[in-house]
Every structure is written in structure tokens, then in C-alpha cells.
């Protein structure tokens, strides 16, 4: 009987997790975007993506590189009247969130786990993400998705 209570939380918690949005996303001009971004909000309404404090979220950005590549550079930004990158965020795109090296016009997914730090500001706004060749320089991938704090 107590075995089959944990077992069924356990399960009520996997499909909670398992709550994954295809989200709307703008590409940067002149820079292959994706073809698709998935996240695990906590809730997902009027094309915004719900991201609570203190909680990790799974970025999954689907997209063919057009370049052989072999180290990836990663930033992320607030995009508002001056871009602010997101603190404490790993540069690092071969750290584990993509298949590295990657090969030209085979698809991959670029894997981020986001943490949504206590002292960022509640409020809605576009991020910008940017992934470049970290050797030449030459940007692989950029989109925007809308995102609310809460
Ligand atoms: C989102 O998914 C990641 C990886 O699957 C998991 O570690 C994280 O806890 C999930 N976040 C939420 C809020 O469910």
C-alpha cells in the first residue's frame, strides 16, 4: 500500500516535468535561426513562456548548422533597450549542450538548463540567444523567444 503511494507521486511528478511547449520565436536578421524551440515552462499563455524563481528550465533549440564547427560559443541576453546578458550563464556551448563538433546541414539540438536566479525582475521580455563559431567568430544560430518571471 505505502509502495503504491510513492509510486503513484512519482509518476504525478513525471508528468508534471514532462510539460513541454513548442515556443513562437523570432530569427535575427542574417543569422540561421531555428526550426524549433521547446521549453518546460510552468505555464504557457498569450505566447509567453512562465519561468518561476528559483526553478531550472529546459531550453531545446532544434537547428541545422550550415557550417562544420568545432567550438561553439553561447550567449543570452535580455533584450531591451540595451542588451543585458543573463548572469552566470556558461559561455561554453561544447560543455555538454550540443553534440560537438557539429557537422554542416545535420540537424542538432542545442540543450540548455536555464536557472531562473532569485535576484532577476518579474516582468516579461524577450531574450536573445546567440550561438558563434568560437574560432572564427561566424554566428551559427540566433532567435528570440518572449519569456515571463514570476
Ligand atoms: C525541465 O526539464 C529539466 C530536464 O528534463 C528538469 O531538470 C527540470 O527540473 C524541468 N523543470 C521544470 C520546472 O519542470
Not at 531555428?34 to 532544434?62: D, M
Amino acid at each position: 500500500m505505502g509502495f503504491m503511494y510513492i509510486f503513484l507521486v512519482a509518476c504525478t511528478v513525471t508528468v508534471t516535468w514532462a510539460t513541454i511547449y513548442d515556443i513562437p520565436f523570432r530569427s535575427c536578421r542574417g543569422i540561421p535561426g531555428p526550426s524549433a524551440i521547446k521549453v518546460n515552462c510552468s505555464s504557457f499563455e498569450r505566447e509567453t513562456c512562465t519561468l518561476t524563481k528559483g526553478q531550472t528550465y529546459s531550453i531545446w533549440a532544434n537547428f541545422t548548422p550550415q557550417i562544420n564547427v568545432n567550438a561553439v560559443q553561447s550567449s543570452v541576453a535580455w533584450k531591451t533597450w540595451v542588451e543585458m546578458p543573463l548572469p552566470g550563464q556558461d559561455a561554453d556551448g561544447c560543455n555538454g549542450y550540443l553534440e560537438c563538433p557539429l557537422a554542416q546541414n545535420t540537424p542538432t539540438t542545442f540543450t540548455y538548463p536555464l536557472q531562473i536566479q532569485n535576484f532577476w525582475m518579474r516582468r516579461r521580455y524577450p531574450i536573445v540567444w546567440r550561438l558563434k563559431d568560437a574560432n572564427t567568430d561566424i554566428k551559427i544560430l540566433c532567435f528570440t523567444f518572449k519569456i515571463l518571471i514570476t
